[in-house]
């Protein structure tokens, strides 16, 4: 049954989460749902749903701890009755913190729904949650960390999968590795990491080029970004900041390995969209990332157990040295994983378990 949603993101940049978000508008919407995005005036995303023609409205969401909460907690049930007046009866879906701790605060009459991706909890959370009817996780990692509400419900996160091209090896020894990361430049995407790795890869003799993609969202993100550069110019490392890519999937084959190096991610889409378009993706053995390389032997090289550039140096020769004595075997590797991958993330098996949790609760 055709249900209307509504949802509520204050995302001020386009980032994993934003992008899977309009992955499930989009699906939603071709099965007949209508979708009604809200956001502040002038994001990101407010922008994309005027470009495919979306139902979108424009609304302020703050923290409550800014300005006066009794008057935003008023202010967000005026504008609810406003939608429901306005697309009639329908679920109101939160994807971001301050649209949870919102919604949260409507009258129990609307079907609440919260899409959770923070790495940990805050304590008034244990007083959100059963506030909302069902509270989504990504990975089982994500739930963990949330204090596990009791309405809480784990739907691994998904992409969009449809390369059938052959999957790409690294670069042999005497060539350079063009390595990619694709991530909010913030401090657990470990990108120190990652610029440890390529000091790694210069010793070792390897040449190489690392394209960061990705871009700060506050000011501690600038900071970073800014002593990021720093260490770059004062190394001389082969490293680009590219800044900010809207489709990341229309340049991974561009690259012979994307390296997600973060601390304890909650899921991590590149791994899917990476192997899914036949791209080997290294990853830190933390967090959700486990729940992705999982249940295939195939799956170990694409791993490093310390959270440290030696440990993403060794894993990336080693890749090398596979691609180039053993290229058929590699490749065999990698469509194995691209097979598994497609099996259990798909954007359809998402929509599926969203629209049940979606007419559970209309």
Known sequence: MAETVFFFSSAAILGGAERSLQELL????????????ITPPGAPLQTWAAEQDLPH????????REGNPLGQILSVRRFANTLVARYGRGVFYSNTR???TLLAMLPGRYPKLAHHRDVSSRPINRWLYPRMDCNIFISEFNYAHSDAPANGRVILNAGALDCDLPPVLPAPASGPLNMA??????????HRVALAACRGLAAAG?????????????????ALLADLRDDVAGAGLAVRFCGFHPKPTD??????VILNPSLGEPFGRLPVEGFSLGVPVISHASGGSLEIYAGLEAYAPYLFPDHDGDSLCRALLRLIEAGATEPDATRAQLSCIRADI???????????????????FA
Do not use: N
């Open 26 to 37: 989009t699906e939603l919407g071709r099965r007949g749902h209508t979708c009604v995005l």
């Open 57 to 64: 409205e424009a609304f302020e969401m703050r923290s409550l």
């Open 98 to 100: 301050h649209a949870f």
């Open 181 to 190: 990361m694709f991530a909010r430049i913030t401090g657990y995407k470990g």
């Open 206 to 222: 390897q040449t190489y080029q690392l394209d960061i993609w990705g871009e700060p969202a506050d000011a501690r993100d600038r």
């Open 251 to 256: 340049i991974l084959r561009d690259y012979h």
């Open 342 to 360: 497609r099996a259990r993330f798909s954007l359809r098996r998402l929509g599926d378990d969203i629209e049940t949790v979606i007419e559970e």
